[in-house]
């Protein structure tokens, strides 16, 4: 059975605020979460996009979530609300390419929900284990051999540099 025995690598992304704020309490409060899960710091989920998502699966993620402050709650107005449609978009493309949509989900937090963060991301990770690797999913799948089309010198573009949590220059809208 698929994922039994499967650690998946999962990337979620955390706007500074409320979501990185819920993960920091629940470091603080030695809450358990799986140590599959990497965070990766954006300054709204705002900032997310699909380029981020299929370049951490590129990289060898098999499941992406993307946390954000409450809806109404966002220090950017409507940061969580877009990044919501746009993880709505990623999953009908992967949806359309064969993939399964669960490897991709958005959450939203209070600065508060520290326990909520780590019952998050054990969920998910539970979740993307039970659909296995992302190399399997489909016509996407496959680990980056660099011969991509940004060359085999293994530098990452700038939303690889975002996806990073390094600066990102001139990103082509703001959070
Ligand atoms: Fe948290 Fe926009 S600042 S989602």
């Known amino acids: 059975m698929p994922g039994r025995d499967f650690a998946p690598k999962v990337i979620a992304f955390c706007c500074q605020y409320c979501a990185y704020s819920a993960a920091d309490m629940a470091g603080s409060m030695r809450l358990q979460y799986p140590a599959e899960v990497e965070i990766v710091l954006i300054p709204c989920t705002g900032r997310f996009d699909v ?82 690797p992302f190399r399997d999913a489909g016509p996407l799948g496959g680990p980056d051999d660099g011969t991509g089309p940004e060359g085999t010198d293994g530098k990452m573009t700038t939303q690889s540099q975002q996806a990073r949590g390094t600066p990102a220059g001139t990103g082509r809208e703001t959070p």
């Open 51 to 132: 380029i981020l998502a299929l370049r951490a699966f590129e990289k060898g993620a098999d499941g992406v979530y993307v946390a954000g402050c409450l809806e109404g709650n966002c220090h950017f107005l409507d940061g969580n609300i877009r990044a919501r449609k746009r993880v709505d978009y990623l999953k009908e493309g992967l949806a359309s390419v064969g993939v399964e949509p669960g490897r991709v989900r958005m959450y939203n937090l209070s600065a508060s929900q520290g326990p909520r963060f780590a019952e998050i991301a054990g969920e998910f990770v539970r979740d993307v284990a039970s659909l296995g």
